[in-house]
């Protein structure tokens, strides 16, 4: 399995995917080390199991180190018994975890696929988001953490690349965080673990290998429910989460080329999600684009448009561009076809620009 | 995890073996060419027609890393025997199916007979007085319940009920077999077991009416019950969720090293779902303490057994999973007192799941949505309701013994009827909870578009206070 993952790094690199993941204003600390995505997830794995004795890791094949060795080394440091597999369910692997979590343990569990979680719908979104909802606070199962990559990867088709964020978007009870770079997702990880409540964490897989940068050792953790400005801008805002933003920030500095200054917003969590900080920028820009890689309908970029329209209408000077993915199922061959690509969002920057 | 995965990894396991040869890393992004000229690995002992093949068919058949197995293949078994994952197995030269059920159903362990006298060579030494006399009197109890709840139901005073009829000797007398350390992931028809652990007549009514003291607070409809102080999980209706939940929470037991298991009920609809089976496996394979409870009651609303699988039963499927099962007369109290107890001490003595299907029959309808007269006899549920009826064959145990008589009866009948009655005007006339309480408990702390979505709609009941509830304070 290993060696296939290495295939996805590999390949991924004849892409010319740039990646510039640090905003201008908080550049990591300088005692880190350059690491890529997975090992940043690993590193915060580490520090989970080891700053809380009951947490536990566990999902199909994390053993040995999980099919994107995010899970590396764990189980020598910490035993079976704290990071195991499971069988191949994904509806098992939740509702056991929920009934950890609703013990006092944090279970983090991984499904290996983001396009493989909806066996496990039901046990997400009946049974833990409502977990504290329904017993009045009687029970919680806020230690659950669920972690699963998501997105194109080059070639994953239709069952290695689904983004299927939104629909966990629509579940009062849930948050759902996504981070762009290693050192994004080692801090909101660790909050993640931690936060009394159920999160989904969409891992971004293109980056596990190609994300690389400097991330401090140590244990930190990055704010919940915060979106983070990485770039300034005057003319248009755009928003986006995960992956998708090296894409944007590569349409950013076209743009610079020619005159247009954009802002960039990392959403970071998608629910509850920061509405005063997109909302603030849109004042300032007066335009918004918003570009994520699911499918355009009922996506979270829908969310985001209606309620910036709601509450800048006065201020906005275009119309809310989404640069998404198409509404197909995710295609094989036509991969380039269906992305939200760098080309595609600079075009809607500058129709939006000059509408 | 989707089979291209697997395939794609077994393929990168002979890609990397292969390459090693060639020491040439740009196999990978080529395509297959150099393949075709390779021989085909050696897969011995598995008749398969190459390595790739041959993990992908060991990868169904079970546990284990693929490099173990190979190395696991005993040449001294000969062709005789397959040293394979969880043990020998023999050749045979014969092609033989294995039948779809044994010749005879699974046989049922009893206690009690219809007229309430044990079996000679049963054994019940931990049913004394007291406990034989809580149990009788929280069958009664509940029996009381249910026809006064149902009746407010059918007077439009709460909202919906679902009654335990027939289920009592299950409800009551599983939970009389655990300790209050253990922890319950109930269905919906187990309320008896929460009237055992010190439920109140007032809490029942409290969460039916949904006031302020419910501690659901109003957001559930009746009859999903919930305590922390009682280790009773909040009742969440869709069907076989809680079961996984169960296991996971016995792991948590087993880490801590307590001395204590969970319990989990179902029903035998509820052994259709993907989550049973999850559950189930999941618990064998991780070896936890937690007892699968199934009510096997012959509906699942209007589906009979007979339309909702081809097994002999439920019992058959912990065996299949590996979980040692039993099944028993779920309306003979002492039967399944006795099966709890058993279950109990295995699942924590020896750190493992238990399986009980318990036989039995839903007596009343589904719930007050349902008329079940509809799709099933009068004559069967009035043979259910009377000759087998697990409550009056607990009573002539108990009378027999000494411990009851009809003056206890009509004492305990008519005091907790008067109790609910009671419980229930308090509880009817009590405040429902505050608006401000529809807001809470989504997460730990309540978010900015819950606090906007509050405000604005405490702006719109000042505009139009007539379209909502007099009874929730603003």
Not at chain 2, 184 to 191: A, I, L, M, T
Not at chain 2, 394 to 409: H, L, M, Q, T
Request: glycine fraction near 8%; hydrophobic fraction near 40%.
């Amino acid at each position: 399995m290993a060696m296939a993952l290495r295939t996805i790094g590999r390949r991924t690199s004849f892409l010319r995917r740039g990646f510039s993941s640090l905003s201008e204003a908080t550049k990591a600390p300088t005692d880190g080390k350059l690491i890529n995505l997975f090992s940043a997830i690993n590193q915060a794995l580490h520090i989970a199991l080891d700053t809380d004795p009951r947490s536990y890791v566990f999902g199909e094949d994390v053993r040995f180190g999980g099919v994107f060795r995010c899970t590396t080394g764990l189980a020598d440091k910490f035993g079976r018994n704290r990071v195991f597999n499971t069988p191949l369910c994904e509806q098992g692997i939740v509702g056991f975890a929920i009934g950890l979590a609703a013990m006092g343990n944090r279970a983090i569990a991984e499904i290996q696929f983001a396009d493989y979680i909806y066996p496990a719908f039901d046990q997400i979104v009946n049974e833990a988001a409502k977990f504290r909802y329904r017993s009045g606070n009687e029970f919680n199962c806020g230690g659950l953490t669920v972690r699963t990559p998501y997105g194109a990867v080059g070639h994953g088709g239709h069952y290695h690349s689904q983004s299927p964020e939104s629909f966990f978007c629509h579940v009062p009870g849930l948050k759902v965080v996504i981070p762009r770079s290693p050192f994004q997702a080692k801090g909101l990880l660790l909050s993640c673990i931690r936060d009394p409540n159920p999160v989904v964490f969409f891992e971004p897989k293109w980056l596990y290998r190609l994300a690389v940068e400097e991330v401090p050792q140590d244990d930190y953790m990055l704010p919940l429910s915060e979106a983070e400005v990485i770039r300034q801008g005057t003319d248009i805002t755009l928003v986006g989460w995960g992956a998708q933003l090296s894409v944007l920030e590569q349409a950013c500095e076209e743009a610079a080329k020619e005159g247009i200054s954009c802002e960039l917003i990392d959403l970071r969590t998608l629910i509850p999600w920061d509405k005063e900080t997109v909302e603030a920028s849109v004042r300032k820009t007066g335009k918004l684009l918003v570009s994520h890689e699911a499918p355009l309908t009922g996506g979270f970029g829908a969310e985001i448009s209606a309620s910036i329209a709601e509450r800048c209408f006065l201020r906005l000077e275009a119309p809310v561009a989404r640069i998404c993915g198409l509404d197909t199922p995710f295609p094989l061959v036509y991969e380039q076809f269906y992305m939200p690509t760098k080309n595609k969002i600079l075009d809607a920057i500058k129709a939006t620009v000059k509408y | 995890m989707a089979a291209w995965f697997t395939r794609s990894s077994g393929l990168a396991r002979l890609l990397s073996r292969r390459t090693t040869k060639m020491a040439s890393p740009a196999i990978f992004g080529s395509g297959l060419g150099p393949l075709s000229s390779d021989p085909p690995m050696p897969a011995p002992g598995f008749g398969a027609s190459s390595a790739g093949e041959c993990l992908r068919s060991l990868r169904h058949l079970g546990s284990g890393k693929a490099g173990e197995m190979m190395s696991q293949v005993d040449d001294r078994c000969g062709d005789q025997m397959l040293d394979f994952p969880g043990g020998k197995v023999a050749f045979v030269p014969e092609m033989r199916f294995l039948p779809a059920s044994p010749s005879e159903r699974i046989n049922c362990y009893r206690v009690l007979d219809y007229n309430g006298q044990t079996f000679s060579g049963s054994r019940f030494p931990e049913v004394g007085k007291e406990v034989a006399v809580k149990m009788y009197s929280d069958m009664i109890t509940l029996q009381v319940m249910d026809t006064i709840f149902y009746e407010a139901q059918r007077q439009g005073r709460i909202s919906f009920y679902l009654t335990s009829n027939g289920e009592e000797a299950i409800n009551v007398a599983s939970a009389a077999a655990l300790t209050m350390d253990d922890i319950v992931f109930p269905q919906y028809r187990e309320p008896g077991v929460l009237l055992w652990r010190g439920f109140t007549l007032h809490e029942f009514a409290n969460q039916c009416f949904g006031n302020k003291l419910d501690y659901g607070k109003g957001r559930q409809m009746p009859i999903h019950y919930g305590s922390n102080r009682l280790n009773y999980y909040t009742v969440s209706s869709p069907i076989a969720t809680q079961i996984p939940q169960a296991v996971g929470a016995a792991y948590s037991l087993k880490m801590d090293g307590k001395k204590a298991c969970t319990i989990t009920y179902f029903g035998d609809g509820a052994s259709s779902e993907g989550d049973f089976h999850a559950a189930l496996n999941f618990a064998a394979v991780l070896e936890v303490p937690v007892i699968f409870f199934c009510r096997n009651n012959g509906w699942a609303i209007s589906t009979p057994t007979t339309e909702q699988f081809r097994s002999d039963g439920i019992v058959v499927r912990g065996q299949a999973y590996g979980i040692d099962s039993i099944r028993v007369d779920g309306n003979d109290a002492l039967a399944v007192y006795n099966a709890v107890h058993a279950a109990r001490e295995m699942a924590i003595q020896e750190c493992k799941p238990i399986f009980i299907e318990a036989l039995t029959y839903r007596a009343g309808h589904h719930s007050t949505s349902d008329d079940s007269t509809k799709y099933r006899s009068t004559d069967e549920i009035e043979h259910w309701r009377t000759a087998r009826d697990p409550v009056s064959r607990f009573r002539k145990w108990v009378e027999r013994n000494g411990w009851w008589s009809d003056a206890a009866e009509e004492e305990h009948r008519g005091n907790t009827r008067k109790e609910l009655l009671r419980a229930i005007l308090i509880a009817e006339r009590a405040e429902k909870p505050p608006l401000s309480e529809l807001f809470t408990d989504v997460y730990d702390h309540v978010p900015s578009n819950l606090h906007e979505q509050e405000k604005l709609l405490r702006e719109t009941i000042k505009k139009h206070p007539v379209e909502y509830p007099s009874d929730v304070p603003v």
